[in-house]
């Protein structure tokens, strides 16, 4: 069974960059036709897809966030890897790795295997 987990650091300071580790287990993430996301979720708010990395390495971003988000992976430690810069208090959000096969999907709402979350603040 596929599991993920989201790591990194739980409080960022504005203006700094984000980063966040995803680390998959249960399967590889260059298998194909396996796609790898992150989404997040504002208080109050929905789920916000961020952007994805394919079993191929290609990669993939929200319009609204792409200027600012970068994501990579390390196949020889089955992770992938999440940079979210110049970041404000509007980025405080619990922020999700998923995964999905075969298509990718920009909807947060169509995944099959999800990381617990973790809380990131944004704040001096």
């Known amino acids: 069974q596929v599991q993920l987990q989201e790591s990194g650091p739980g409080l960022v300071k504005p203006s700094q960059t984000l980063s966040l580790t995803c680390t998959v287990s249960?399967?590889?993430?260059?298998?194909?036709?396996?796609?790898w996301s992150w989404i997040r979720q504002p208080p109050g708010k929905g789920l916000e897809w961020m952007g994805a990395?394919?079993?191929?390495?290609?990669?993939y971003y929200s319009p609204s966030l792409k200027s600012r988000t970068s994501i990579s992976r390390d196949t020889s430690k089955n992770q992938f890897t999440l940079q979210l810069s110049s970041v404000t208090p509007e980025d405080t959000a619990v922020y999700y790795c998923?995964?999905?096969?075969?298509?990718?999907?920009?909807?947060?709402?169509?995944?099959?295997?999800w990381g617990q979350g973790t809380q990131v603040t944004v704040s001096s």
């Open positions: 998923a995964g999905r096969s075969p298509l990718l999907l920009t909807s947060p709402y169509e995944y099959d295997y």
């Open positions: 990395i394919a079993y191929s390495g290609s990669t």
């Open positions: 249960g399967g590889s993430i260059t298998t194909n036709y396996y796609y």
